[in-house]
């Protein structure tokens, strides 16, 4: 079946543009996560969707960065005025549940360069 | 705060030998231990996973050992292959949101 898909899979922008990665789960997953994983280092746990909403937002890094989650399915994660730090790769994750045990699966990535 | 610390940073071991990899965590609140292997260019997938009321766990080549009064939980990759040559995370979640903590990860490389 299909699972975690992500677009694009990769992105090049210029310091001080916006941009949009966009997240879309596994059919009837009801969470979702965003994770970044920056060069040499592990991942790092940004956003947390239940749902449409996000009770759990304290891995944001900055207010430059924001997410949202409609329908239950797909999500975008918006960063706003890039700075040359958030280049990483962006993970998102979906499982069926918020529980333990819950297997989250992960999608390929986007990978975001800011020249 | 490193909450889950891994080590080690890379491993080379011969195919057929056996590859261990280490974590130990701080939060006493976390209940559920996952590892996760990395292929370059892709997602992380869950590997296995163990929560703390038993000690070890096995799947096929592939054994969690979990010290709790040390907080401290380990992957052994018996008769190591290519194959396994990725990147390991170790991880752990608590509370109702779930979320992955990650170790920092170890490259494993397994020389033919």
């Known amino acids: 079946g299909a699972g975690v898909s992500q677009s694009p899979s990769n992105k090049v922008t210029e310091k001080g543009k916006d941009v949009e990665l966009r997240c879309d789960p596994i059919s009837g997953h009801t969470a979702l996560y965003w994770y970044r994983q920056s060069l040499g280092q592990g991942l790092e746990f940004l956003i947390y969707?239940?749902?449409?909403?996000?009770?759990?937002k304290s891995g944001l890094p900055s207010d430059r960065f924001s997410a949202e989650r409609t329908g239950g399915s797909v999500s975008t994660l918006t960063i706003q005025r890039t700075q040359q730090e958030d280049s990483a790769v962006y993970l998102c994750?979906?499982?069926?549940?918020?529980?333990?045990?819950?297997?989250?699966?992960f999608g390929p990535g986007t990978r975001l360069l800011v020249l | 705060q490193q909450q889950v610390k891994q080590s080690p940073q890379s491993l080379i071991v011969q195919k057929g030998g056996i590859s261990i990899i280490n974590c130990a965590y701080e939060?006493?609140?976390?209940?559920?231990f996952p590892w996760y292997q990395q292929f370059p260019g892709k997602g992380p997938a869950l590997l296995i996973a163990?929560?703390?009321?038993?000690s070890e766990k096995k799947e096929g080549r592939f054994t969690i050992s979990f010290n709790k009064s040390a907080k401290q939980f380990s992957l052994h990759i018996m008769d190591s292959q290519p194959g396994d040559s990725a990147t390991y995370f170790c991880?752990?979640?608590?509370?109702?949101?779930?979320?992955?903590?990650f170790g920092s990860g170890t490259q494993l490389t397994v020389l033919p």
């Open positions: 994750a979906s499982s069926l549940v918020s529980g333990m045990g819950e297997t989250q699966y």
């Open positions: 163990i929560r703390p009321d038993v």
């Open positions: 939060n006493t609140a976390f209940d559920y």
């Open positions: 991880a752990a979640t608590s509370g109702s949101a779930r979320q992955l903590t």
């Open positions: 969707f239940q749902g449409n909403s996000a009770p759990d």
